[in-house]
């Protein structure tokens, strides 16, 4: 089994910046793929950014720019910075994981953005 952790959620004003982790642990030999995803209230989950053991990342486009993904693969724990941030940016986020072939999900922490 493997659980994802996450932490750094919060209110913060347009223009601000959060940085979220995510720390993996139990099963997880094989740990490839890191990333974070994003739910807007009453909307699809998105991905917000991914980034692999080598440290290659991919970003969504509305955020390109503005976030940074990173892990300390030392730490088995990813990492999102959020610059700039803006109010359309409010949602729960999630920690993803993949682990050989499957995919792990943390609890969630909510990120609001106020104007």
């Known amino acids: 089994q493997v659980q994802l952790v996450e932490s750094g959620g919060g209110l913060v004003q347009a223009g601000g910046s959060l940085r979220l982790s995510c720390a993996a642990s139990?099963?997880?030999?094989?740990?490839?793929?890191m990333g974070w995803y994003r739910q807007p209230a009453g909307k699809q989950r998105e991905l917000v950014a991914t980034?692999?053991?080598?440290?290659?990342?991919n970003y969504a486009l509305s955020v390109k720019g503005r976030f940074t993904i990173s892990r300390d693969n030392t730490k088995n724990t990813v990492y999102l910075q959020m610059n700039s941030l803006k109010p359309e940016d409010t949602a729960v986020y999630y920690c993803n994981a993949v682990v050989v072939l499957y995919m792990y999900w943390g609890q969630g922490t909510q990120v609001a953005v106020s104007s």
């Open positions: 980034i692999d053991r080598d440290g290659s990342t």
């Open positions: 139990g099963s997880i030999f094989g740990l490839n793929v």
